[in-house]
């Protein structure tokens, strides 16, 4: 069984070119290592046994008893697109009753994009071009397993993924040898960060105060209401506290604006508001149900929440 941890990415300043690169989309799910020896067995990037909390992956490849395989986890949300917290409700579970309902709820694929052992032998020492061919070369059809496709052009790729709303790129050299728990610069991640407007519903004071605004709650105005979507603290410093506690200051009112359920941990303490300003958020990823680390950016004098009105 192994006891390797997975290899990672370096965060890069810009993408590189040439064709000793390849480049992947950068999964947002789980890292899991994938030890085949008669039966499967899942553990994750920090060597946890997380084999129970995914049995529709546990169909070993076709004609081969003895792999090892790096990879993610993942899942689709609402809108088609990897979210690492669809999965988060399955990741702990382990009575089998519960696994099988939500796997069945959820399913999950295994994005496949590295090959460390074959056969019994050991193939961390070979150059990537080597592992990625021999990887391609296995019949994964049965398992729920896939090899995503590589990409010789990064800032296509880059510009792609980005236009989706997916979470970014990992770039690859193609000589590098697979250097198991090491952070190194022969892989270098990018993701990507999305600005969007939003409408403000409501808003929480800083810890310890009444009146100091450390915080927004912002959502997606639809034809049926306002869609909640997330809390937003990053970017609002002192200056940006002031001016905002005296726009919101004419538009409080008694329950939450949100047509849905307001989480409790983001629901207490907050003060509602007339659904009426709006925002600017840079996110991680774009298409989420919940924002991932926003950051205020400013307000949009020249936008109603009309203007941001989608059909759900």
């Known amino acids: 069984m192994t006891t390797l941890r997975p290899m990672l990415a370096t965060p890069g300043t810009h993408v590189p070119a040439g064709e000793e690169w390849r480049h992947e989309v950068k999964w947002d ?89 074959l056969d019994g032998r050991d193939l961390t020492g070979l150059p990537l071009a080597e592992r990625r061919a021999r990887l ?73 105060t009444s009146d100091r605004l450390a915080s927004l709650l912002v959502g997606e105005p639809a034809e049926d209401g306002l869609h909640y979507r997330g809390r937003v603290g990053s970017g609002i410093g002192p200056r940006q506290s002031r001016v905002l506690a005296e726009l919101v200051a004419p538009l409080a009112r008694a329950a939450s604006p949100f047509v849905d359920e307001v989480p409790r941990v983001d629901a207490q303490g907050t003060h509602w508001l007339e659904p009426v300003l709006v925002v600017d958020v840079e996110t991680h990823g774009a298409g989420y149900e919940r924002l991932r680390q926003p950051a205020f950016q400013g307000v949009r004098s020249d936008v109603s929440p009309e203007d941001l009105t989608w059909s759900p």
Do not use: C
């Open 29 to 117: 799910g789980v890292r899991a290592l994938a030890d085949v020896d008669g039966a499967v067995t899942l553990t994750s990037r920090n060597s946890n046994r997380i084999t129970a909390a995914w049995p529709e992956l546990l169909t070993p490849p076709a004609g081969h008893a003895d792999l090892l395989l790096d990879g993610e986890i993942i899942a689709l949300n609402e809108r088609g697109l990897p979210d690492f917290r669809v999965l988060a409700e399955r990741i702990h579970v382990r009575k089998a009753g519960q696994v099988a309902r939500l796997a069945e709820r959820v399913p999950a694929t295994y994005m496949v994009f590295d090959l460390l052992r």
């Open 136 to 208: 391609e070369g296995l019949d994964l059809g049965a398992s729920g397993w896939q090899v995503p496709a590589t990409y010789d052009d990064g800032g296509m790729l880059f510009d792609a993924t980005k236009a989706q709303g997916l979470e970014g790129i990992v770039s690859k050299r193609t000589d590098s040898t697979y250097r198991p728990g090491e952070r190194t610069h022969n892989w270098l991640k990018f993701a990507h960060r999305h600005r969007a407007s939003y409408v403000v519903g409501g808003w929480r004071p800083q810890t310890g």
